[in-house]
């Protein structure tokens, strides 16, 4: 059986004993589950599992951030008077080769306030997106390649 699956029984167990079913008794647990899962790795074998995890964690955090900061962004830019945003939309080179690559690259990018993926070259190497606040071009292909897209290939591969 998958560890991930083992690690959210585990989380679930662990709420139901506690009779915590909230969120945070489910990452408790969740976490708990994880240290446990490390600790008994011998009897198993390795597994993918535990270097894909803190990545996972990381991916995560840092679309949050991304997406806070977003938001923020795009707030500032409506309660004032003047505008700030200066629209383009800028074809990105992807690294990301698979179909769940690219999908999960594109759908990160348009959920973030701001961005929006708008077209798919038809060799699957660039992703083209529509920006909100573009101020530079090349930064923001830099940002996305050394940043959401290092992440998601982190995990994924």
Known sequence: ?????INTFIALGYIGVQGQFSLSGFLVGFALGYLALWLTQPLYGRSRYFQRAPKTVRLVGYF?????LSN?????????????S???????PLCAESEMEILL???LISLTPGT?????SEDRRTLFVHVMFLDDPEQFRRQIRD???????????
């Open 147 to 157: 940043g959401l897209e290092k992440r998601i290939l982190e995990v994924m591969r």
């Open 64 to 68: 949050l951030v991304e997406l806070l």
């Open 72 to 84: 923020l962004r795009v707030l500032w830019d409506v309660i004032t008077p003047g505008h700030i």
């Open 86 to 92: 200066r629209p383009g939309i800028v074809g990105v």
């Open 1 to 5: 059986m998958n560890l991930f699956f």
């Open 105 to 107: 690259v594109a759908n």
């Open 116 to 120: 929006l993926s708008v077209d798919l």
